[in-house]
């Protein structure tokens, strides 16, 4: 990758030839076959309080977030965040939500949530031991049947709830680890495929079945009063405490 794409810029969208450009990194990034976001409509939620950024080289949209109020004042939903495969390695998922936490911020925002599959190793270990979300709800087959690489498994989904008010969050900013060795180490595990998405190109059963698995287990942790507060992503696996602190922070 050239020099000039090391230093990407963020901000928010502006015209409907960005927009336009978000819908085609939708369809490189999730596959042609899965439902897109329409450009007019991030646009018109954009003008109506919602957060529609990407981030560019020159002109060119490499990454983008797209998020939008909820029926809860302060709190955000954020339902894309995508990067192109030329632009991995950068850092820019980070950058990204970074740049959405002082956007909220600025407008008295405390706490986003947003959705993500929670067999896929690379998004838990971004959402909840880099940025600090916690998760303590979990959907079964939330979109229902999915294209591009989700076709073929079935959409379950984590809540992640991300505070920007806490001491997680401080963290995230400070770029320390969420959990201490000794609460590492104390807590419950739930393990995790490696690379899920390489499992459900090749063996469909065997991603199945690990869906399943992962689904009861979090499940019933989640019922026994646990949330997920960390994850281990050299031997994968969630990492799940009881402290009611955890989950507020």
Known sequence: MSAETTQPFIRDLKGMAEFHAAEDLQRDVWGPDDKIDPGDL?????????????????????GYVFAFPTVTPGVQHS??????????????????KLYQAEWCLERDIRLVRWTYDPLRLPNAALNIARLGATAATYHRDYYGEMGGINA?????????????DGERYARCRAGTAMLTAAEAAAAHRIAL????????????G??????LRVRHEIE?????????????????????????SNRAE
């Open 152 to 164: 073929g498994t079935a959409s379950d989904r984590l809540l992640a709830d991300w505070r920007l």
């Open 206 to 211: 065997a991603a199945s079945a690990e869906r």
């Open 79 to 96: 339902h894309r965040l995508a990067v192109r495969a030329e632009a991995r390695g950068l850092g820019l998922g980070l950058k990204l």
């Open 193 to 204: 495929p490696a690379d899920f998405g390489s499992l459900l190109k090749a063996d469909s």
């Open 220 to 244: 019933a942790a989640f019922s026994a009063g646990l949330v997920i507060v960390g994850v281990d992503a050299r031997e994968p696996a969630y990492l799940l405490g009881r402290s009611s």
């Open 42 to 62: 991030m646009m018109v939620i954009q003008a109506e309080g919602g957060l529609a950024a990407g981030a560019f080289v020159g002109d060119r949209l490499i």
